[in-house]
């Protein structure tokens, strides 16, 4: 059993930045691809970010491509989600998510753990 915590959301002013954080507890860490989603309001759950087990491979979303970068410390089991040039778009509860194995997986079907999200909220 994988527990998934998120932190780092909260209130940022448009063309802010924003570091989340995804605590990983319950071991094999490094064996799992982890994600990040969001979702707002009246929307589906959105993928924004992937990394594989080892870190050395990312996918992005293309809506935050280029201002988005997921990374990993598989020493301290953590996923971050790095977020640059925020716009009041990006407005949701952000969601980490672990894998069932090493690889990239951008549907949030593929993912077996999830965290309880943290609230991001961009102001213009």
């Known amino acids: 059993q994988v527990q998934l915590v998120e932190s780092g959301g909260g209130l940022v002013q448009a063309g802010g930045s924003l570091r989340l954080s995804c605590a990983a507890s319950g071991g094999g860490f490094s064996d799992r691809g982890m994600g990040w989603f969001r979702q707002a309001p009246g929307k589906e759950r959105e993928f924004l970010a992937a990394i594989t087990g080892s870190g050395d491979f990312t996918s992005y979303g293309d809506s935050v491509k280029g201002r988005f970068t997921i990374a990993r410390d598989n020493a301290k089991n953590t996923v971050f989600l790095q977020m640059n040039r925020v716009t009041p778009e990006d407005t949701a509860v952000y969601y980490c998510?672990?894998?069932?194995?090493?690889?990239?997986?951008?549907?949030?079907?593929?993912?077996?753990?999830w965290g309880q999200g943290t609230q991001v909220t961009v102001s213009s």
């Open positions: 998510a672990a894998g069932p194995f090493r690889g990239i997986y951008v549907r949030a079907a593929h993912y077996d753990y």
